[in-house]
């Protein structure tokens, strides 16, 4: 999967939908297809595994970066009254 490629987020957001309809009606569970669960699963695996790359790529993006020095002196300053 490049990452270029949108991600498909569609089963997370159907999951979402379904758990706050259950919730506004007072429903004890939720049920779903193993189509459904299996749509959820690799949504979530691709969405976690794209997650992580990014993380990956920023603190390694992060670390190569120079670091800047700033100097600080304290002179006393100056009166000015």
């Known amino acids: 999967m490049s990452k270029s490629e949108p991600l498909n987020t ?3 957001q ?10 506004a009606s007072k429903q ?11 749509s959820l699963a690799f949504a979530l695996g691709i969405t976690m595994s794209r997650l992580e790359g990014d993380l ?6 992060s670390s190569n970066a120079s670091e800047e020095m ?6 006393g300053g100056t009166n000015w009254g």
């Open 70 to 75: 700033i100097e600080v002196k304290l002179d």
């Open 56 to 61: 990956e790529e920023l603190l390694a993006s």
């Open 10 to 12: 569609i089963p997370i």
């Open 28 to 38: 004890k569970e939720i049920r779903m297809t193993i189509e459904q669960a299996k």
């Open 14 to 23: 159907q999951f979402i939908q379904q758990v706050k309809t259950a919730d």
